[in-house]
């Protein structure tokens, strides 16, 4: 709909006409996605290739994904050197078409060099875009693998061949169509040209994300706005599918770019999709080794049976690794006649292993904040006026409440003050403003940014000049955060830094799934200190050290930061909605419960941390009702000699100093079976318990008044069918305002948990 009424504007017209599309719905997102984004290839620091060709059999150490006896293996040395030693795009001329050549030299990139991976393919040209032949077959390879990071380029490396080929295909129709009818006019072959592209695929290029999706179909545009009548075509998920499919069926169809589910779902439930996408030349598959790390391997032989075989069909494979699941859809899907092409020299370490790393546990779940406004405020510091972080988090609820806070807190305490700009970018957001969003961080160059997000931006999406990458919480994988990491250290910033924020019960994340990464530790009060003396620094001098800057810092920066807890305190405590805070809890907890083997983290620890979390975040006393499968899974609930029970306190002592505090998440098996809550609430002195409705309820009582108790009601929030239990803190276990009832407690807790036979017979006990 957005797209509709965006295409329907006057002012979008001009943009229309640049992209081609005569109803440009596609014209319009992948503007909105990109439109003011440029590729600086030329101002980065490039590699010197030396090209070298050996048979498969001496690279099959190299390239076992290549090892049918008539592959040829390109391996490329790869050492750092100025961009000027690289072939020129100049070079090119007389193979590529020359309105495709000044979109790359003049108006759309302006380039001069390529970049490496560039300069392997782009030589391979003009044989690697000659169309098939069935009369006369090809004697060189067609098909491509092409191992090469992100980020080097390789778009344009695979979009220039497969553009140059389409113009090529249409061009030798044109010639058949002349040699059918030599008496037709021009207006007769132009007619018999636009009707082949439109039931004819050029390429289609599968991209793991549809925002990755995107960024691709604006490079494509971009490329093609000199080349009349040539159009790209976009099919992904989180935008309607009708307008997508019109397009489809009355437009040309030279590029399509997509994603695998979207474009799943066309061939099997659209009549005629399936027959029109079996007439696609070339294959392209970007980011081959996530499209596998995300499980579309079924959807990628799926889609590849739809298509021409080889050699008809040619493809191209792009991978940053090439693991046994590369060389199996390899081997499913290029010609056996193809080339391998290694971008990535053999003692280059992988990206992030350049890049500083360092991680923080902070000693309470009260830290996390300040010390994440402080990581944020050293980047600006460190980087005045053009600092640009990202902040990942592991839900989009908590992604959502931190954006909010953010706003709240961060014009008092940061030194960019009011002049930094926030952005929140999850799955719960409209698909157009996810690309409007992207768009801004992408083209943000000048100022200071901070992005909070979910891992929607941690694979593939192209952010150039991010200064810092920070991660809140532990990640669900150690690959998740190598690919989160991957996002700083890009564009002419090819230095970069990366922080880790972990709570005390999270560690068990260090030990299990980064014994590899090279990470330094940080203490909470080692970036407080370094953080003041940066500030200090500052104030000392405001005009020299952000001298030349287009954005100025605040003054007195060092007083802000070191009231940070009070600031924090003031501003924060009392303003967040309590629903709000226990949906985030809930959301944080699944996420525990989903991911428990690889964050070790014990279902009893988590309950207990999260809760303090929240209340540190509200400044109060938070009532949380927790879904009883959070509680009972048996993965997320495991016996483990790091988290023994404490004799005298009844919580898992495994984090942090707690002896200001005494509080037990036991579980009470004698309340009535058909109560749907447990509520453990906070005793200040006096206690006093009863029984009503099938609810077990302790409640606070001041001075043994016996005051008004809040009703335990049940909320249909969404969380599913179950019961809840609520934890909640308890500042005195001294029973003295009344006497307890004693339950019924099995020794072992987990005792009887997988045995249906032994649960039915203890709530038969309970019951009775």
Known sequence: MAASVWTRSFALIPAARLCRCSSAPLAAHALRAGRFSSVRFASAVALKENREYTTANDASSQASASSQSQSRTATHDAD??????????????????????????????????????????????????????????????RDLLVKARTGTGKTLGFLIPAVESRLKRIRQHAENVNKELPNATRTAIARAVEQFARKNVGALIISPTRELATQIANEAIKLTRNLDRFEVRLAVGGLPKRPQLREWHVSRRDILVATPGRLRDFIENEPGFKEDLSTTEIFILDEADTLLEMGFREDIQAIAQELKPPPERQTFMFSATVSKGIEQIARATLSKHHIFLNCVPENAAPTHLSIPQYYTAVPSPKDQ????????????LANPGHSKVLVFFPTTRMTQMYYSIAKMIGPQVLPAGTNTNFGELHSKKAMNTRVNTSDWFRRYKNGNAVMFTSDVSARGVDYPNVTRVIQVGAPNSGDTYIHRVGRTGRGSNKEGRA??????WELGFLTWQMTDIPLMELPVNKLKDDVIALAKKFDENPDESARDRRVKLQRDIAEKLENIDDIISS??????????????????????????????????????????????????????????????????????????????????????????????????????????????????NNFGGERDGGYRSFQRRDNDSGGERRSFQRRDSGEGEGGYRSFSRRDDSDSAGGERTPSVRRSNRWEGRGSNKTRSARFSNDRN
């Not at 922080?499 to 005390?504: K, N, T």
């Not at 048996?634 to 016996?639: C, M």
């Open 571 to 684: 501003s924060l405590h009392g303003r967040l909605d309590d629903e709000e805070i226990r949906e985030t809890v809930i959301a944080l907890l699944r996420y525990y419960q989903a991911n428990a083997a690889s964050l070790r983290i014990a279902s009893g620890v988590a309950v207990e941390g999260v809760h303090e979390w929240a209340e540190a975040l509200a400044g109060k006393h938070i009532d949380l009702r927790i879904p009883h499968d959070i509680l009972d899974q048996k993965p997320f609930r495991r016996r483990s000699n790091s988290f023994k029970r404490d004799n005298d306190r009844g919580y898992s002592s495994s984090y942090g100093d707690r002896n200001d505090r005494s509080r037990s998440y036991s579980r009470r098996d004698d309340g009535d079976g058909s109560s749907g809550y447990r509520s453990f609430q906070r005793r200040d």
């Open 80 to 141: 750092e050197d100025t961009v000027e030693e690289q072939p020129t795009f100049a070079s090119l001329e007389g193979k590529l078409n020359p309105n495709l050549l000044r979109a790359i030299t003049k108006e759309s990139f302006r380039l001069t060099h390529m970049t490496p991976v560039q300069a392997a393919v782009l030589p391979l040209l003009p044989e690697l875009a000659e169309p098939y032949d069935p009369e006369n077959p090809p004697t060189g390879p």
């Open 499 to 504: 922080d880790l924020i972990l709570m005390p």
């Open 369 to 380: 904040l300040p010390h994440l406004l402080r990581l944020i405020a050293e980047d600006q």
